[in-house]
């Protein structure tokens, strides 16, 4: 099944040749490698490059664990390298590989992998792409370690409008899947649900957790899970370290203080596992530090933590948006509305929250998470942040279903999940 990614194809395919290296990174299991090893590799040949002058290294495959060595990894490409005229393209699948726990530890000392890339910068018919699955040793060194020479593209599991067409079922049939399964792209080749379950529950276990606790050197691997738990039943709440660390109190387990959740959380966002969204004070233009609202990269992921026990279709459904605003390129904060009212001649003040405020350049959008309105009452409730902010970008309710998109008296567009999902120009309705 050939599953079409054109978003990012065209990402790279913009970026060639630009003498700088290219990073997909994203978690683990989202289609990076057949992004870059399907995908573009199809393109390169199409586009007439010869099949020997795209040089790939998969450091995950036991075949090529020497080349989890830098100074191997070196050798072999410089082999494979010599006398070969032309545009040459190397391609280094999940490079996270070739960093030691030693210096992932000590960042004092150089990265070595970083070293064998920019030397291969150096060489002007090479053209270098590289995968990994932790920000922090990828996504957040290409502006030191590489000298301004990285390009990150961050790829995220399966978007609907990625999944709906390579299912064979409607789009309400394929979003209750999506919901409950998420987008993971092995998902769409296991025929039924238990095997579904149980691809989700086994990836957590032997490949997410485990890969947080071994990258970060972690002892309490039930400590990890259980965090991981109350973020995925949060999801859709504000939370921090603090009110992470009260549930573990009154759960009778007091083993985890507030710094070391602080450490753990952070360590789920740089391994992509989950997105931390910041809360933005839109009349005071200024963010607030804490508490903020983790979203789960993959729905499937989430629900399997929680052996798929809590199925919560607003929450996910919210966090669907934002998965799509983030595939969209945005950047996305949660918006805060302080308003004052009059309550028995007394000045209340009050924090409206805006589910979702999205800017990518000049535009911003604030969007707002509306399961159902099924009456003026609730309406007016969802509207309620939305009609106090003092600016006139646009403002969006995203709803259950597919309604027809309209525009009330408020000037609030409203329209349907899928409409929102599957037209890429939803927001400019």
């Known amino acids: 099944m ?18 700088l290296i290219k990073v997909i990174t994203g978690i683990r299991r989202s289609g990076k490698s ?27 495959d036991e075949d090529y664990a020497r ?48 070293g064998v890339l920019n030397g291969l910068l150096r ?16 996504s957040s060194d290409i502006l030191t370690e590489f000298r301004g020479r990285g390009d990150e ?27 409950y399964y998420g987008g993971l792209p092995h998902i769409l080749a296991e025929t039924n649900g238990e095997m579904k379950s149980t691809y989700l529950s086994r990836l957590h276990k032997e490949i997410y957790l485990k890969d947080i606790c071994e990258r970060y050197n972690l002892r ?88 798929f026990r809590q199925f919560e279709e607003t929450h996910l459904m919210e966090n669907a948006i934002y998965n799509e605003l983030i595939y969209r390129g945005y950047n996305v904060d949660v918006g805060v509305v302080e308003t004052r009212e009059n309550v028995d001649n007394k000045k209340i003040y009050k924090q409206l929250e805006v589910d979702f405020v999205a800017n990518q350049g000049s535009k911003r959008y604030y969007i707002q998470s509306a399961f159902a309105l099924p009456n003026k009452e609730k309406i007016e409730q969802e509207q309620a942040s939305l009609v106090r902010i003092p600016d006139s970008f646009k403002k969006i309710m995203v709803v259950n279903g597919n309604p027809p998109v309209w525009r009330n008296e408020n000037g609030i567009t409203i329209m349907g999940i899928f409409e929102f999902l599957l037209n890429e120009g939803s927001l400019e309705l």
């Not at 079409?4 to 630009?18: A, G, P, T, V, W």
């Open 123 to 138: 060489k002007k018919n090479i053209d270098v792409y590289i995968t990994g699955s932790n920000s922090k040793f990828l």
């Open 153 to 179: 593209i961050h790829i995220l599991p399966l978007s609907f409008s990625e999944y709906y067409p390579a299912t064979d079922k409607d789009k309400y049939d394929a979003w209750q899947d999506y919901l």
């Open 220 to 307: 309490d691997e039930q400590g990890m899970e259980a965090l991981m738990k109350i973020v995925a039943s949060a999801v859709g709440s504000l939370t921090n370290a603090k009110k992470i660390s009260d549930t573990f109190v009154s759960n009778g387990n007091n083993t985890l203080s507030v710094p070391t959740i602080s450490g753990y959380l952070t360590y789920l966002t740089e391994s992509f596992i989950v997105e931390k969204a910041e809360r933005y004070d839109i009349k005071g233009r200024k963010y607030i530090s804490t508490p903020s609202k983790y979203y789960y990269t993959d729905l499937g992921l989430r629900n399997a933590l929680l052996n």
């Open 34 to 60: 057949y992004l870059l090893f399907n995908l573009f590799y199809d393109y390169l040949i199409n586009s007439g490059v010869p099949a020997e002058n795209v040089i790939t290294i998969p450091l995950d």
């Open 2 to 19: 050939k599953i079409k990614r054109n978003r990012y194809l065209n990402k790279l395919i913009s970026r060639m040749n630009n003498g």
């Open 67 to 114: 080349y989890c060595n830098p100074h191997e990894l070196y050798e072999y490409i410089k082999n494979k390298i010599e006398d070969k005229g032309g545009k040459l393209y190397i391609f280094i699948d999940e490079a996270q590989y070739a960093i030691t726990k030693e210096e992932m530890k000590n960042r004092d000392k150089p990265i070595r992998l970083y």
